[in-house]
Nanobody, 125 residues
Framework: QVQLVESGGGSVQAGGSLRRSCVAS????????MAWFRQAPGKEREVVAY???????SYGDFVKGRFTISQDHAKNTLYLQMDSLKPEDTAMYYC???????????????????WGQGTQVTVSS
């Protein structure tokens, strides 16, 4: 079993920045893929970014260079730096971990067996 504990997030004005952190209780083959998802009211959960496959990174189309995902393996910590935030970025943000499928990580929620508690991010205009 893997526990993911998130921190960071909160409220910010449009154009501002936030940094999210997610500490994993341990790294195993079942946490080879790490990701950030978000879910706004009335919308489906969508991937923000994921990392795996030898630190290969991938981002949701809406990110457009504004966010950066990174890992510190020594600290078992996943980060999400969010810059140039927009009101439409308002959502619950979740950290997730899962094993590779077919040798790859991916953007679908089914790939991730472990989830953090989620934290609200609110961007005001």
């Amino acid at each position: 079993q893997v526990q993911l504990v998130e921190s960071g997030g909160g409220s910010v004005q449009a154009g501002g920045s936030l940094r999210r952190s997610c500490v994993a209780s341990r790294y195993t083959v079942n946490t080879a893929c790490m990701a950030w998802f978000r879910q706004a009211p009335g919308k489906e959960r969508e991937v923000v970014a994921y990392i795996g496959n030898g630190s290969r990174k991938s981002y949701g189309d809406f990110v457009k260079g504004r966010f950066t995902i990174s890992q510190d393996h020594a600290k078992n910590t996943l980060y999400l730096q969010m810059d140039s935030l927009k009101p439409e970025d308002t959502a619950m943000y979740y950290c997730a971990a899962g094993g590779m499928s077919g040798g790859f990580c991916g953007s679908s929620t089914w790939r991730y067996a472990y989830w953090g508690q989620g934290t609200q991010v609110t961007v005001s205009s």
